[in-house]
């Protein structure tokens, strides 16, 4: 008979295959990071480039969404639907992605057609034309998202939580409301094209790609005109303790928002800080989630996560939880803080954490788009992709005491910004 | 297209294997073939509590998450109308723990009170806040509301109200677990890197002594045909109207089925659909539209939906719509289109490939659906069906009298 009471014997991973990406760098000098992986038809080539939002100002804060946004709607040679009809023909996609210190422009494809469409995508970067008819209905799409995103209190949440962190006049803390969409004007977007968007690209590249391709990478975007403008430093610090509350009648829950800002990833102190935030509040076993969910059923789901800016990272606890029980989620929240300040871990916790962690650490790493990934946000935060491995030691050998004490040293309730709306 | 070894043990268990020894992971992908299509009326939402349930404690493990954690793993799950499906990715030298706790939960779930009581309180707010505390949330609930008369795709898998998840009494859980959590209505995928030769033998070890249910599922009753159009309006605090208009289809394996989803991605796919081109990019009532079939086994919908431009109403909308597909009925559409959704459709399949965790996913759901090779050879039926039988498909399914339509208005 089975003894099913006995858990199977486990081992936990010391190490993690990382595939380094080859580089080669186009004449104009941007660098081109890949992977090749023959066995995925797919290629995605994701352009990353560095923001320069910090001389925009705050009433033209969407001139860089819709710049990317327009780059599909129309080229010197191209309209919109013809080119909405090519790439689609082709089961190519255009996507674009916008934070707070990097934009993308990305395109994914078959390799059987990745040539075919590579001209066409140039085209996009260079001799977008951005037509006012289609920029019209852009706008109107956005303001009215932006006007359904307003009746959401997580979204609100997190814009109040932006705000209150890096200020109202830096472009990090700006809130986007509808009324913003309206002073766009087209000749702002041609402006930003021309004089600011190609700043310091990189170019991400995995799937199955060939010389034939790199090569064809190395022509089409090997003559672009790039710039090289540095932002602005941005130093942000912990304010004293403030809460904003934002009532809201009609709302069947509350969202809560609670951070301040840590260290960088670059600082010594940043991987005992990430792994003191996994037991606190990164994962499902972790004591936020234990606690507010799955001991008092407040929430369907509350956590807390590092956000990454060159600069310095920032903390936030997050979660939408039973109005009635608003007040007393931030007094457990408190409560959780002040316990991983001031009690030792337990022995089987700590265990846990540790090999959940490198577990997680290893899964993803699974396919050479997921590790591209990573390479990318390791890079350009001025790291290299040994910070995985170093990350995978760490977990492996952390002691307890780093926990308790980079979270006495960083997690400071009397410099937390407190949001609540509901 | 995804390489696979299967086997049936002796308790009925479906055991899939998808080697891919590059691979320091494994994936243990569980479906039971459960979903909200087997719940009833006053006890709706079940199935999705269920799925909650299942990370509680069972006989020898007492927090389910946490002894996977301690190997290394992360779980997951979902639930829809058709099916319940439960994934573990974990270090492939860890992959006997995944069964230990798989067959334990399979075995011996322990459903203790406390678990009941606080995923109730979870649950409860999972419902408010995906389906009452968004703008449209409720969206769902009032189309399906509307379009089902008898089959219970009529409520969506977080059930029908609050209350039916209020209302769950201990015997309903117990009986739910004993009907549906057999090994004999349930499907194991383990991917990664793994050998066919050791989950056989893993299989055989801690499942193979679950007895199988053998137990006759109910009966779900087939919603007769819709012989006249359904209207329903409804008032909200959002910025601006929406229009949702659905039409009945065939199930997924059903004859017409791939016609109605060759429609939808000729009316609705990408940017240059018909839909998005004649109605967003040229028109000034829509400011977004949609248009999918829901893909359910049973007869599913196709929708049509979208929020209006400010100003702009819902019966505007549905006018301006009727419009498009009325000349879509008459007129057909050009050759070219087939060779986009042919591009499209192998594109997908190359997609599909990239993450171990959605081969897994993929080999279950075909396997639920009669066998895996209906992954490739639904894709193969779909590339060969020609466009009149497309459009003899169409003007089946896109008559007034089979649509049902929610005006969503504005109170502004």
Not at chain 1, 179 to 198: A, F, T
Not at chain 2, 338 to 350: D, R, T
Request: proline share 4%; charged share 25%.
């Amino acid at each position: 008979m089975l003894d099913r009471s006995q858990a199977p014997a486990f081992q936990i991973p010391d190490s993690i295959q990382l595939l380094h990406p080859e580089v080669r760098l186009l004449p104009n000098g941007i660098p081109v990071h890949f992977i090749p992986t023959p066995e995925i038809q797919i290629i995605r080539m994701e352009i990353c480039v560095s923001a320069s939002l910090d001389n925009l100002l705050v009433e033209k804060r969407f001139i860089p969404f819709f710049t990317l946004e327009m780059l599909v709607e129309g080229t010197k040679t191209k309209s919109s639907e013809e080119i909405a009809d090519f790439f689609d023909t082709y089961a190519a996609e255009v996507d674009t992605s916008i934070g707070f210190e990097f934009l993308q422009i990305n395109l994914t494809s078959t390799k059987k057609h990745f040539l075919k469409v590579l001209p066409v995508f140039r085209e996009l970067l260079t001799d977008a034309v951005f037509p006012e008819q289609e920029l019209a209905k852009k706008k109107r799409q956005k303001s009215l998202q932006l006007s359904v995103n307003r009746g959401k209190t997580s979204y609100w949440a997190s814009q109040l939580f932006k705000r209150e962190m890096f200020g109202a006049d830096h472009p990090f803390g700006q809130i986007s409301v509808a009324e913003d969409v309206d002073s766009v004007q087209r000749e702002d977007l041609i402006r930003y094209y021309e004089n600011h968007l190609w700043n310091k690209p990189q170019i991400f590249l995995t799937g199955n790609v060939g010389n034939e391709e790199i090569e064809a990478i190395g022509e089409l975007l090997g003559d672009l005109t790039v710039r090289s403008i540095s932002p602005v430093e941005s130093k942000f610090v912990n304010k004293p303790n403030h809460r904003v509350y934002e009532e809201k009648k009609d709302s069947v829950q509350s969202t809560i928002r609670i951070g301040c800002h840590v260290v960088p990833n670059s600082h010594p102190d940043h991987l005992p800080f990430w792994v003191m935030n996994t037991l606190l509040g990164g994962y499902f076993g972790s004591r936020l989630s234990k606690n507010i969910r799955e001991d008092k059923g407040h929430t369907y789901g509350i956590y807390s996560a590092v956000g990454s800016l060159s600069s310095s990272d920032y903390w936030m606890v997050a979660a939408d939880v039973i109005k009635a029980h608003s007040e007393e989620v931030f007094i457990e929240i408190y409560r959780e803080v002040e316990r991983i300040k001031h009690e030792p871990i337990p022995t089987d916790e700590l265990e846990t954490l540790r090999n959940y962690m490198a577990g997680k650490l290893l899964s993803q790493f699974n396919s050479s788009f997921e590790m591209i990934s990573r390479f990318k946000s390791v890079h350009l935060s001025g790291l290299d992709f040994g910070y995985y491995q170093r990350q995978l030691e760490y977990i492996l050998s952390f002691k307890e005491n780093d926990i308790r004490n980079v979270a006495k040293k960083y997690l400071d309730p009397s410099k937390f910004v407190e949001i609540l709306v509901g | 297209m995804i390489n696979y070894q299967q086997f049936t043990l002796d308790n009925g268990l479906n055991v899939i294997v998808h080697e891919d020894l590059g691979s320091q992971i494994a994936v243990v992908n569980i479906l039971y073939k459960v979903g909200s299509k087997n719940e009833v009326r006053g006890k709706t939402g079940l199935a999705h509590f269920f799925e909650h349930l299942m990370f509680g404690s069972s006989k020898n493990v007492p927090v389910f998450d946490t002894a996977l954690e301690r190997v290394g793993g992360s779980c997951n799950a979902f639930t829809n109308t058709d099916y319940t499906n439960y994934y573990i990715t974990l270090p492939a030298v860890n992959l006997e723990t995944a069964f230990w706790l798989e067959s334990d939960r399979m075995f011996q779930l322990t459903l203790q009170e406390k678990t009941i009581e606080t995923q109730r309180k979870v649950v409860i707010e999972e419902y408010k806040q995906r389906y009452l505390n968004q703008p449209y949330g409720n969206v769902l609930h009032l189309t399906r509301g509307l379009a089902y008369d008898v089959h219970p795709y009529q409520w969506p898998t977080i059930g029908r109200d609050i209350q039916d998840i209020v209302d769950y009494t201990q015997a309903d859980v117990e009986a739910f677990y004993r009907t549906h959590y057999r090994p004999d209505n349930a499907i194991l995928v383990v991917a990664g890197g793994v050998k066919t030769a050791d989950v056989q033998r893993l299989a055989e070890k801690w499942f193979g002594e679950i007895p199988a249910g053998n137990i006759k599922k109910a009966d779900i009753p087939r919603e007769p045909s819709q012989t006249k159009k359904k209207i329903k309006t409804v008032y909200a605090d959002v910025p601006s109207d929406a229009l949702y208009k659905v039409y009945h289809v065939p199930g997924k394996l059903e004859e017409g089925f791939l016609q109605a989803d060759l429609i939808t991605d000729v009316m609705g796919f990408g940017k240059s659909s018909i839909l998005e081109r004649q109605l967003v990019q040229k028109g000034h009532v829509f400011s977004s539209v949609e248009n999918y079939v829901t893909g359910t086994s049973d007869p599913g919908l196709m929708v049509f939906s979208g929020k209006m431009e400010k100003g702009q109403t819902a019966e505007q909308a549905e006018e301006a719509l009727d419009k498009v597909v009325g000349a879509f009925l008459q007129n057909g559409f050009p050759d070219q289109f087939l060779e986009k959704i042919n591009n499209q459709a192998e594109a997908g399949l190359a997609y599909d490939q990239i993450q171990l965790i959605g081969r897994a996913m993929n080999l279950a759901y075909f396997a639920y659906l009669g066998h895996p090779d209906l992954y490739i050879r639904e894709f193969e039926r779909k590339k060969n069906i020609p466009i009149d039988s497309i459009m003899s498909w169409a003007k089946n399914i896109l008559k007034e009298e089979n649509s049902s339509v929610i005006y969503y208005k504005s109170n502004n």
